[in-house]
């Protein structure tokens, strides 16, 4: 404080002002890296005075890459799937060790294809670093997004287990894809 007192010490100058009705202002000033010194954005008095705005931008997915279900064929996996087709996907993956079985000809890919959407199934396990590169080099557009929906139901698990399977996935999937 002796420092401060002594005049060693002076605050951040200059000092550029904002009122909070144009924060977005502030950001785009700072945002440039130009400025010098402090960026202080001002409330008013009375709160009611800013406008509150409840705009939130719909989710749109890429029509030009791939998303990677790794399981994802059961109700719920298929429920966003269907719902990732309505957002604009336009290539799905299904990776699981039952995906091999699914066709071409199962009803719900007809109905994916009908939509305008491209599917691939592959069989295998996302433990195995081997088929998840197989899968990743095999995807007929860049994989954009990966989503954990396989499930594995056994009385016998512990949490541990649990644990452990997905840090095998996450480290699986990472080394492919991120």
Not at 71 to 97: D, Q, T
């Amino acid at each position: 404080m002796l420092f401060y007192e002594q005049g060693h010490i002076k605050p951040i100058a200059p000092v550029k002002y904002f009122d909070a009705a144009h924060v977005e202002d502030a950001m785009r000033y700072m945002q440039k890296g130009s400025h010098i010194g402090k960026i202080v954005v001002t409330f008013p008095e009375d709160p009611m005075e800013l406008e509150a705005t409840t705009h939130s931008r719909d989710l749109v997915l890429r029509p030009d890459v791939s998303y990677l279900s790794i399981g994802g064929l059961g109700g719920l996996g298929r429920s966003i799937a269907s719902w990732m087709v309505e957002k604009g996907a336009r290539h799905l993956i299904f990776f699981s060790r039952s995906a091999g079985t699914v066709t071409s000809e199962d009803p719900y890919i007809k109905e994916l294809a009908a939509r305008g959407c491209s599917v691939q199934t592959f069989s295998g396990s996302v433990s195995n670093l081997s088929d998840v590169k197989s899968v990743v080099s095999s995807a007929a557009k860049p994989i954009a997004g990966v989503l954990q929906a396989s499930m594995v139901l056994s009385v016998s698990n512990t949490f541990l287990q649990l644990f452990n399977t997905l840090l095998t996935w996450t480290f699986s999937l990472g080394r492919c894809v991120g």
